[in-house]
């Protein structure tokens, strides 16, 4: 018997997504590219919203191996917040973020679903992002290797799981019913508190820092800033990335983290705006210094000011045009064997967790499969604003190489639409590392990425953009 993909992280695949992704399998879904029904407007229409999804104390949170008892309390809301935007021939798109890890398959296959159920909106012009704060829950089918939670908690998980599926929606239709004429604008920013954790230990920035001295290894510094105006003038929302992991707390408090501070601050900044964060190709970046809440409220001020910077300098119009690009993309992996595993499994920590997890599965009779179906999503806004958001904890390599490809404007989120693994390039699968796979962090039965993952995925980018250059086109 073969295991899907999800089944051995954690039974997070459909059967249907499954056999759509075989052999790599394009979800460009064209039909998307079709005028919706109705009359054709001359400008962009938005529509705005967001619902609270903090859980209640006793949920246990994701991100750090070391949290050892669930969330105690809340110190700043969590939210899921969308962005509905219909173009001059109706075509609508939806950009969903929420303070959370990030999607796994079944809750994003779930939230698009219903996406295109009740709205006919196709899978191709639904985002799906997310902060990645270490501060929010564990959500279901994710990360159980991680922690030693009993089945309580599992069922816990699960209920709020169910919740939140509901709040995802909801948050959706209001947007919806919210839409009205507005004018979209992009522009880039600059924040420089990333740092590339890779290169730099924790305890030596603040020194070099403080002495002006350049830090090692690759960072992308840029704010990629979405602004939608009303007809009024007035600011109705503001999208916006950043490259680096949001993980300054490490506390017992629900809380979004610097990315959490910096939405609440632009809010305060523009009354009655809403402000949306996505996080960008962080995965080997790391805010420092660190794990103090002041410090989070910081990087959160710098952030929110260098979004503010660039909605009052002079930022591009964007054009009442949308095409959108969807794929799966067949990527292979050196499957974890028996015998790697049975070492693996002597640690007495999360990794021996998973081990044992999948010498289960084969002691069953059941196989691994050697590949994973990967999400690769291109948005091309007007004529010329590049949106691409990939699957799992991207490397920042990523949204480097596609800014030399395609211009410093390219807009690139990762952790999007489902986060399996990290996903490293080239140089980063060559160097090793944690940053290169961390497979026993969620769960998948591997040992190694195949080694042209950045040539694979960057070919899908690419034809990503000729789909949406020929609808375009049209």
């Known amino acids: 018997m073969t295991m899907s993909p999800q089944s051995v992280s954690g039974g997070i695949l459909c059967g249907c997504v499954f056999r759509a992704a075989i052999w790599g399998a394009v979800w460009a879904a064209l039909s998307c590219l079709d005028p919706a029904p109705g009359v054709a407007h001359e400008q962009w229409k938005a529509g705005v919203a967001r619902v609270k999804i903090t859980p209640d ?30 173009d001059a021939s109706g075509r609508r798109a939806i950009m969903l973020s929420a303070d959370f890890l990030g999607f796994t398959r079944a809750l994003a ?16 012009r639904v985002m799906l992002g997310c902060t990645h704060t270490h501060c929010g829950p564990v959500i ?23 919740q939140l599926e509901g709040k995802l929606v909801e948050v959706v239709a209001i947007a919806m019913e919210r839409l009205e004429p507005v004018e979209l604008w992009a522009g880039e920013g600059m924040a420089d508190f990333a740092v590339n954790r890779r290169n730099n230990r924790e305890a030596d920035v603040p020194k070099l820092r403080e002495e002006g001295k350049p830090l090692a290894g690759p960072s992308d510094f840029r704010v990629p800033v979405l602004a939608s105006r009303r007809a ?23 809380h979004g983290d610097y990315a959490g501070c910096a939405q609440a601050e632009l809010e305060a900044m523009y009354p009655g705006a809403t402000a949306i964060f996505c996080i960008g190709c962080g995965a080997d970046q790391n805010a420092l210094p660190r794990r103090e809440v002041e410090l989070a409220e910081k990087y959160g001020r710098q952030l929110a000011q260098a979004v503010a910077s660039v909605i009052a300098g002079k930022m591009r119009p964007i054009g009442p045009r949308l095409a959108a690009s969807y794929e799966l993309i067949r990527l ?50 007007g004529d010329e604003q590049w ?44 160097e090793g590392g944690y940053e290169s796979g961390a497979f026993p962090v969620y769960g998948l039965p591997a040992k190694l990425w195949c080694e042209d993952i950045e040539e694979r995925i960057l070919k899908a980018v690419a034809r990503g953009m000729e789909v949406c250059r020929s609808a375009q086109s049209r």
């Open 57 to 86: 104390p006793g949920l246990w949170m994701a991100g750090y191996a070391f949290r050892d008892r669930p969330a105690e309390g809340t110190l700043q809301d969590l939210w899921a917040k969308a962005l509905v935007l219909e």
């Open 232 to 254: 009024d003038g007035s600011l109705q929302a503001m999208v916006f990335q950043y490259a680096c992991h949001n993980t300054v707390l490490g506390i017992f408090q629900w």
């Open 332 to 381: 292979d992996y050196e499957v974890a064997d028996r015998s790697f595993l049975e070492q693996a499994s002597i640690q007495a920590n999360y990794v021996g967790r998973w081990a044992k997890r999948l010498l289960a599965v084969l002691d069953r009779g059941e196989t691994f499969p050697d590949w994973y179906p990967y999400p690769v999503q291109v948005w091309l806004l």
């Open 109 to 124: 296959d779930y939230v698009s679903g219903e996406i295109q159920r009740r709205w006919n909106v196709p899978r191709a």
């Open 387 to 430: 949106w691409v958001a990939l699957g799992g904890e991207v490397v920042v390599d990523f949204a480097r190489r596609l800014a030399e490809l395609y211009g410093p404007s390219t807009w690139v989120t990762g952790y999007a639409n489902d986060v399996m693994a990290y996903i490293p390039s080239h140089r980063v699968w060559a």
């Open 140 to 162: 279901e089918g994710a990360l159980y290797d991680i922690y030693p939670f009993d089945e309580d908690q599992k069922q816990k998980i699960a209920d709020y799981t169910r």
